[in-house]
């Protein structure tokens, strides 16, 4: 049976909706975030050496990161589905894009955004705030800003008339661009319909509804 390891709202809930579309037995192990520092416990480093989440244990075969798991679960378990297009097929080319875009480009962008909410949040003396804050200003408004619509905007034009990111069938891109999308639309103030109504497509799904039953809800606000 596979073993999932699931950080509470972590990029974790993408592989238990990958599970449930492919109708897999396993087991999810829920596990809580340090309280002090919001990542994943210690203990996770004796499933990986580099303790973090998602994990899954294939009977006894341990695997990291999220695009490997996907790629992984679909080639071994999905190959009759249409989770993943024919190498042949026009489609390809872009569910490989978009499987490697999730977290090369999008999730980077979000990681700083988060980075630099808890720099201005931490306690530290009164005279180093403004200091702090001037430079994570200065780099929003000259860097993450900017390219976080400009990718943001490259998405929202991709969605257009699309019920998924390559047509009518959900596919390995959907769960790839699911969590960087869900933690974006709860972030941001542009104006995206086409990436909302995708997010609540995603929320919607029977299979996802089925993996937050049992990892619980993720809450990104």
Known sequence: MITLYALKQSRAYRIAWLLEL???EYRAEVIARDAETSLAPDSLRRVHPLGKSPLIDDNGLVLAESGAIV?????RYGQETALRPSENSA???EYLFWLHYAEGSLMPLLVMSLVFR???ARKMPFFAKPVARKITDGVR???LN???KLHLEFVESKLAGRTWLLGEEISGADIMMSF???AAVSRT??????IAAYVRRIENDPAYQRAQERIGKLELL
Do not use: D, R
């Open 118 to 120: 808890k720099i201005e």
């Open 141 to 143: 408004a000259s860097f």
């Open 71 to 75: 790629e992984y679960l679909i080639t």
């Open 180 to 182: 960087p999308l869900q």
């Open 146 to 148: 900017p390219q976080l």
């Open 22 to 24: 492919l109708g897999l």
């Open 189 to 194: 103030s542009l104006n995206l319909p086409n």
């Open 91 to 93: 489609a390809y080319p």
